[in-house]
């Protein structure tokens, strides 16, 4: 008889599986799960050395699977950079004294000071470059905006790159100028962004990453996160992974979607034939990413009408956001992709960027026709009737950034007014069309916390009671397929994870509460008991 080394009794089991949606009790055995059933009947698989986990009644879902979000520099942020998020900074005078109290840490003059999630709108605006300069006191000084695209960098920053006011802009980014003076405000837009984030990362030792990720990893598997796809992995995050693999250390199955944004590597995994799918259950090469569009909160992301509200000194007239690659090249690039066995994933957030990200994928489908393709447009925010016609034709993979709609939906409200509200993330009529929509949390840009998101999915609003438009809502439990089974099959891994069946992963989060049942109200309130990845607890409340 075989005999379970883990058996979980007296839950309320919710598996995500339509062949049997609840159970009592389950039983695994080297990480996977052999049954489920009454708990009379999974009893009989114990044997002397069987582990019991006699839960009262708990609920127990599968274990979250993060479709995107960026682990990798996640883990160097969230530990050697300083967080100015508003909850730690909420107004100007607090970012300044945090950047000065930073300035007189230890560090000599030439070493940088790195910081990240500044949230312009509730921290009360960019600060300008003379009081950056004043609270850093000579030392080079760059800001990441919480969206990823924009940041901020002082005087002694840009001397270290070697950029003036007569630098001309990088190929699809800016540096900001004072539009009277022409001098540089400080705020640097996209690629021009990235010049700095690469210096700084450059100088990032692998030990950081896999130190950082061992940390990081532990928090969210405290979140019932059970499985990441890790977007736009570059090398640093591809070797940590691999040392950590080989070490034993992942408390976290990893998914890695290779980066497009870093010259060569995605042609790199072409030349050696590697394909999607290649790796094991703890870590996977699932696709390939490029990111053409850019951010909504920010303001540059490509819609089709113009930004509403209070521009940003230096933004451009009549500013309806950017696209950071040329058509031709991006299908150019999505073909050879396609054709090598790699899954493609390509951001569009407005409905412009949406449309780039849909004429690069439908050229690659015209060159090499596949049916079950499973290529993402990811973070496919503004979903408008005509796109979602090309998305459904297309059979593409809406890869909704769900994690938006709690940290930024004011943001969105604000740049794009509360009409357009009625086509962003618009998961009532995904669904209801057949359309396979994943959520993600694009962590760190937002906070790493699903059920924060699925209270947002459900409730339609934002983290300050703002409405998104009530008119999309789902139910608690259509939310929890997205964070489970959908990511799972968006990286054509669900069957082996995503739900609770029998030859699965034993991968699973025990909660405080039955999240499918309680007040839509309550459901950010979710807190999550006991974390089990490969049947091993890797987090206990």
Not at 446 to 451: L, S, T
């Amino acid at each position: 008889m075989t005999v379970a080394d883990l058996i979980v009794s007296n839950a309320n089991i919710v598996t995500m599986d339509e062949n049997r949606p609840r159970a009592q009790a389950l039983a695994a055995l080297g990480g996977r799960i052999l049954a489920l059933g009454p708990d009379a009947e999974i009893a009989g698989l114990a044997g002397p050395g069987t582990r019991r986990l006699d839960l009262g009644g708990r609920t127990v879902i599968p274990g979250i699977v993060d479709s995107h979000c960026h682990p990798d520099t996640a883990a160097v942020r969230s530990r050697l950079w300083i967080d100015l998020s508003p909850e730690s900074t909420p107004d100007r005078a607090s970012v300044l004294a945090r950047l000065r109290q930073a300035a007189g840490e230890t560090g000599s003059t030439g070493e940088w000071i790195a910081a990240c999630r500044l949230n312009d709108l509730k921290s009360g605006g960019y600060p300008t470059l003379a009081e950056l300069d004043e609270a850093t006191g000579g030392r080079p000084l760059f800001i990441l905006r919480t969206d990823g695209h924009i940041g901020l960098a002082n005087s002694a920053a840009f001397a270290a790159l070697g950029i003036d006011r007569t630098t001309p802009d990088p190929e699809f980014g800016c540096f900001d100028h004072h539009p009277e003076t022409g001098e540089l405000t400080g705020v640097v837009r996209e690629t021009a962004a990235h010049l700095f984030i690469n210096r700084i990362l450059d100088e990032t030792p692998l030990e950081a990453y896999v130190s950082g990720l061992r940390g990081l990893f532990g928090e969210w598997n405290a979140l019932g996160i059970t499985s990441v796809y890790n977007s736009l992995t570059a090398r640093p995050g591809i070797a940590a992974y691999q040392l950590m693999r080989a070490k034993a250390l992942l408390t976290m199955r990893v998914g890695i979607i290779v980066s497009g944004r870093e010259p060569g590597l995605v042609e790199s995994f072409i030349d050696a034939g590697i394909r999607s799918g290649f790796g094991d259950d703890w870590l996977r090469v699932i696709g390939v990413e490029w990111c053409p569009d850019c951010s909504t909160s920010g303001r540059t992301a490509a819609y089709y009408e113009p930004y509403i509200g209070t521009p940003v000194p230096g933004e451009p007239a009549d500013n309806r956001g950017m696209l950071l690659y040329e058509a031709d090249d991006m299908k150019r690039r999505a073909i050879a992709a396609h054709k090598a066995g790699l899954q493609v994933m390509i951001e569009g957030v407005g409905d412009r960027g949406i449309d780039f990200a849909l004429d690069a994928i439908e050229a690659a489908l015209q060159a090499h026709p596949a049916d079950d393709h499973r290529m993402r447009v990811e973070h496919c925010c503004y979903v408008t009737p005509r796109q979602l016609a090309r998305i459904k034709a297309l059979g593409v993979i809406d890869s909704s950034a769900t994690g938006f709609m709690y940290d930024l939906g004011d943001a969105y409200i604000a740049n794009r007014g509360r009409d357009a509200m009625r086509y962003m993330w618009p998961h009532r009529t995904l669904i209801d069309e057949g359309v396979i929509a994943p959520g993600h949390s694009d962590a760190l840009v937002c906070r790493a916390d699903p059920f924060a998101a699925m209270w947002s999915m459900v409730n339609r609003l934002s983290d300050t009671g703002q409405s998104l438009d009530a008119r999309e809502a789902i139910t608690a439990e259509e939310a929890l397929k997205a964070y489970t089974l959908l990511g799972a099959w968006s990286g054509r891994e669900e069957t082996v994870k995503g739900s609770l069946a029998p030859g699965k992963c034993a991968d699973m989060a025990v909660l405080d509460r039955d999240m499918l049942s309680i007040p839509a109200e309550e459901i950010r309130e979710t807190r999550v008991d006991m974390t089990i990845v490969d049947g091993q607890v890797v987090h206990e409340r």
